[in-house]
């Protein structure tokens, strides 16, 4: 009977081990698909309904622009969009508000929108990704009151703001490449680093070719930085990844994206700092920027 129980333990044990064997191999078999299999649409884990929204609201808007053409005595032919949500410093002073929000969604032309478009699509689910949807929501939003403040307070034109959420994107996506190198692969980070290297000199000859303020940008670019710099997620280097493709149509163009969002708390600690310091400049600086500009035009005539 002992010798009976002891062969029936040893085959249990043999049946355990080989269990054992067959889930490791399994897993090695599953990573080995997730690491070295092609990239293609499917694997994308970006929140594209949202990319795709904001990117369909900005040329909705845009068209709108186009078809609703306004004659105002001070400026000219407008659009109801501009008429009602550009920035305008003597409104915003008037207690109009808004107007330091409502230029990120508007755009002074064709190349503008398509530039705005095309850095929405292609930064956005990088950033979407590596600092996650709530994240990706705050530097938007903050790139464009950021930027839309910093033309406040350098400039008394009339302005519009459509490109600064996307340059604050950018920004962030910066200080994502450097502070997770290593994890990403260095031929990875030099890659996209190229990729914000040609960002930048689009935007740049953008301001060239049309009426583009260039503090909008300045102001939007530097918000990305620092609210990069305090939530940006420092991963190990073998942290699991996801797989995130830039073009759906070519399966080859990916790369394993490490997927470790910031800390929630810390998160609506530093945006809520944001606001608080954003809004604090504006009713300590605001009247002395007004003064300025007055006695500035006073000058000039």
């Known amino acids: 009977m002992i010798k009976d129980l002891d062969l029936g333990s040893e085959v249990v044990d043999e049946w355990i081990k080989d269990l054992e064997s067959e889930v490791t191999s399994k897993l090695a078999e599953d990573n080995k698909d997730i690491l070295d299999g092609p990239v293609s649409s499917t694997d994308v884990s970006y929140n594209s309904y949202l990319i795709n929204t904001l990117a369909a609201i900005n040329i909705a808007v845009f068209l709108f622009e186009l078809a609703s053409p306004v004659k105002s005595s001070d400026a000219g032919i407008l659009s109801l969009p501009l008429l009602f949500g550009a920035k305008i410093n003597e409104l915003i002073l008037n207690g109009e508000w808004w107007r330091l929000i409502t230029p990120k969604f508007l755009h002074s032309g064709l190349l503008h929108i398509a530039f705005s478009s095309w850095a929405l ?150 945006f809520t700092l944001f606001v608080v310091t954003l809004v604090s400049l504006f009713f300590v600086l605001a009247p002395v920027v007004t003064e300025f500009h007055l006695s500035d035009m006073s000058n000039s005539f």
Not at 154 to 175: E, F, M, Q, R, Y
């Open 121 to 270: 699509l292609t930064f956005g689910p990088l950033v979407d990704t590596a600092y996650g949807s709530f994240a990706f929501c705050m530097i938007y939003f903050l790139g464009g009151v950021c930027g839309n403040l910093m033309s406040f307070f350098h400039t008394p034109d009339a302005t519009v703001g459509g490109t600064g959420p996307v340059l604050a994107i950018i920004g962030s996506w910066i200080i994502y490449l450097f502070q997770n190198r290593e994890a990403l692969g260095e031929e990875m980070a030099d890659n996209l680093i190229q990729k914000v290297a040609v960002a930048s000199v689009l935007s740049v000859a953008l301001s060239y070719l049309t009426p583009i303020d260039d503090w909008t940008h300045l102001g939007a670019a530097c918000a990305g930085l620092i609210f990069g710099v305090f939530i940006c997620p420092v991963v190990p280097v073998h942290a699991p990844s996801k797989k995130l493709s830039y073009d759906p149509n070519d399966s080859q163009e990916g790369f394993l994206l490490v997927s470790q969002w910031p800390d929630a708390r810390k998160l609506f600690t530093v």
